[in-house]
């Protein structure tokens, strides 16, 4: 085994050790923080795709493996949402991106009602964006604003945040949009879920307008083995106008797509 890779596999073990090491918390039994947790999922996610583009120059990139720790819950006060992506894990060109989504329910914290027509809840939000380069040096973004939590039938969930974005390599401020969503359906007797989000983000010094789209269809395969709810396959479909914000490097990239629910 050449030097080189030896290199890059024991720097993706050891990513994807850290990884877990940082979410395993999150993935406790309900019975075991049943006091602060009102619902709680964490998953594990495998993608491979296609038709990737390099980020100024718009060539063609390789094929692309993607593993994607999740982690969502809600509490008394609110919700959170994160993820890390580790990106080539077992290549030279490995990076890592990850999230961290809290939510603040003003509803709850001030008990007064501030459901309408198709919303939930107001909430205060927020995210950090931290990520590394394949060739080094990483970044930070910070968000902040506010969340919609929308009543939509048949949804399981589907909500709306509008931040301010701040891009700390940046000069200058934007906005950014971020819807999400999950709903199930079923063909026969077999069971979909549809979810995913679209970022939606102005231009921010040198940066252009972009639109990121991840929408999902999975089947739950864990169904057909009496596990439902556990093992989901499907597709993830990339939509990136603008990729980082560079003019003119759009990216569509189908991507099979295994999920574990722990």
Known sequence: MKRSIRSSLSRSLKTVTLAVALLLPFAAPEKASAGAALWQ???LQYLWGDNFRIAPTGEKDNNQATITIEHADAWKYGDNFLFVDITNPTEDDISLYGEISPRLSLGKITGLDLSAPLIKDVLLAGTLEVGTYPSGGGFHNYLYGMGLSLNLPKFNFADLNLYVRNSMDKEGVTYQVTPAWQ????????NFVCEGFIDIAGSEGNSAFNID???????????????PGNLFVGTEFIYWRNKYGFSGINEYAPQVMVKWVL
């Open 183 to 190: 709903v199930p359906f079923n063909i026969g007797k077999a």
């Open 213 to 227: 789209a991840q929408p999902r269809l999975l089947l739950d395969a864990g169904k057909f083995w009496g596990s």
């Open 41 to 43: 999922e964490t998953n």
